[in-house]
């Protein structure tokens, strides 16, 4: 397996969790997403981007990362840019870190139907920023889960959802049909080994991690 870390401009906490989730994975920085680098301790091969986010600076200070510059009128996000540079290198499964927050709601929903995407191709994804994640559902595979109890998640639907099967929760379902758009998977708590299935449609766990120390 070829497992790449993207940073993404979104918000971003470094916790143990996360640092052993990019651990000796290939690194491809977009755009501003080149800050979460330190601080993760990663050295990125590759930084992409039209780098309207980061000033000739801060550019400058990070000479040493080869450097693939986009014009700003481009028709990829500097995000998807990332993403088809380390999929061009092997990728077959992808960290985003970064992926939530920011000023750019528009993006943060982005890397969510974008992860949806990957993973019905084959990939690995996970979102990350640390204290959330976001895991791609896919049809007719169980998936589980290391959330500790009193860990608390949803499931959003991006489109209606048959067969949503939910154990290892304070509020359990069982081959529910959930409508698109429906509350019903908002806020429940892991009670101790989730695990989740759908017999079809497309959503995406979301996790709130519980700080460390």
Known sequence: ?????ILLGGELVPTARLAAQVSGTR?????????????????????????????????????DVPQKEFPSEKDMTDGELAVAEALARGATSLVFAGAFGGDR??????????ALSLAER????????????????????????DYPPDTLFSIIG????????????????????VPFGSSLTISNVVAGGLTVEIAAGRAILIAHLAAEG
């Open 122 to 145: 084959g990939l690995e994804t996970l979102l990350t920023s640390g204290n959330q994640e976001g895991v791609p559902l896919l049809p007719r595979r169980k998936a589980a889960f």
């Open 158 to 177: 991006f489109t209606d959802i048959e067969g949503l099967t939910i154990k290892g929760v304070h509020w359990p379902l069982e081959k529910r049909n």
């Open 27 to 63: 690194v491809i920085a977009a755009d501003s997403g080149i800050f979460h680098a330190g601080p993760l301790g990663l050295a990125p091969e590759l930084w992409v981007g039209d780098f309207d986010s980061v000033t000739k600076e801060q550019r400058a200070a990070f000479a």
């Open 105 to 114: 709601a528009d993006h943060g929903y982005l890397h969510l139907a974008a």
């Open 1 to 5: 397996m070829s497992r790449f870390t």
